[in-house]
C-alpha cells in the first residue's frame, strides 16, 4: 500500500 | 523594536486558521523584508511557508531581526478577539530579548482600541532549504472549487490521484464503498474570465497520488484568496501556493506517495 513520504528526502535540513 | 500595521485584521486571522491545523507551533521571523515563517507538521510530511513583505503592511519597521516562538492554537484564540475591520498593530520590544508578542486592535472608527499579549516559547525547529524548481506542470484553480473537491473526494476515500494533462486535470479517489472523479477542462484566459476558470501550463503529463488529509488542511487557506496553483512535477513535493493580495503568499509542501 503506498504510503506518504517525508519531505527530509527531497529538502535539506539546515 | 518591531511593529507592524495591517489595515485589517482578518487577514492575519484568515492566515492562522489555514496553518493551525497543520502546524501547533512555530517561529515566526521578524526582519526588514517582512514576516515570514516555515514549518514542518509533526510526520515530516507536509510543510508550510508563509511570506508577508514590509510593503504590504499599512507601516513597517523592524530594528533587528528577530525568531519569535508562537503557539497557534493560543494565537487564534486571541485574534478572536479582534474584529474583522479592526486595524492591527503587532509589535515586540527586543531590548531584554523578547519574551511576548504584543497585539492591538482599534476598530474603524477608532473608538475601541484592545491590546493583548501572547506569551512567547522557544521552539527548537529543523528548517529546511527548498530549491528553486521548474515544475512540469502548473495548475490554476479557483480555491473554492479545490476546497469542495477535497471535500466532496474525503467522502469516497482516503487519497487522491491528481492527474494533469493539456486538456484538463482529474481529480480522483477510490476507496472501500465506491469511487468518484471530477475533471475540469483547461480554459483558454480570456477576458471576462469566470472566477472559476482553470488553467493548465503544461510540458508534460503529471500525476500524483496524495492523501487527502493533507489537502483537508491546506484547503484551510481558501478563504484567503480566490486563487490556487498547484505546482508539479513527477516524484518530487508537490507545490500548493495561495497568494495573499498585495503582500505575500502562503506555499504548502507535500511530499510524494511512495511505495511502503
Do not use: W
Amino acid at each position: 500500500k503506498p504510503a506518504q513520504g517525508r519531505l527530509d528526502a527531497f529538502f535539506k535540513t539546515s | 523594536m518591531i511593529e507592524a500595521v495591517l489595515a485589517q485584521a482578518s487577514i492575519f486571522k484568515k492566515i492562522v486558521e489555514a496553518l493551525k491545523e497543520l502546524i501547533s507551533e512555530t517561529n515566526i521571523d521578524f526582519s526588514e523584508a517582512g514576516i515570514s515563517l516555515q514549518a514542518m507538521d509533526s510526520s515530516h510530511i507536509a510543510l508550510c511557508n508563509l511570506l508577508l513583505r514590509d510593503d504590504g503592511f499599512k507601516s513597517y519597521r523592524c530594528d533587528r531581526a528577530l525568531t519569535l516562538g508562537v503557539n497557534l492554537n493560543s494565537l487564534s484564540k486571541l485574534l478572536k478577539c479582534a474584529g474583522n475591520d479592526d486595524e492591527m498593530r503587532i509589535f515586540a520590544n527586543d531590548d531584554s530579548g523578547a519574551d511576548q508578542l504584543n497585539f492591538s486592535f482599534e476598530s474603524a472608527n477608532s473608538e475601541r482600541v484592545s491590546e493583548f499579549s501572547l506569551k512567547l516559547m522557544d521552539i527548537d525547529a529543523d528548517s529546511v532549504d527548498i530549491p528553486d524548481m521548474d515544475y512540469q506542470a502548473i495548475i490554476d484553480m479557483s480555491s473554492s472549487e479545490f476546497s469542495r473537491i477535497i471535500r466532496d473526494l474525503s467522502s469516497v476515500g482516503e487519497a487522491v490521484s491528481i492527474d494533469a494533462t493539456k486538456q484538463g486535470v482529474k481529480f480522483s479517489s477510490a476507496g472501500d464503498a465506491g469511487k468518484g472523479s471530477i475533471l475540469l477542462k483547461h480554459q483558454k484566459s480570456v477576458d471576462g474570465d469566470s472566477a472559476l476558470a482553470t488553467s493548465i501550463e503544461i510540458n508534460e503529463p503529471v500525476s500524483h497520488s496524495l492523501a487527502l488529509k493533507f489537502l483537508s488542511s491546506f484547503a484551510k487557506a481558501a478563504p484567503l484568496t480566490d486563487r490556487v496553483s498547484i505546482h508539479m512535477t513527477e516524484d518530487v513535493p508537490v507545490m500548493f501556493e495561495f497568494k495573499i493580495s498585495e503582500i505575500g503568499h502562503i506555499r504548502f509542501y507535500l511530499a510524494p506517495q511512495i511505495d511502503d
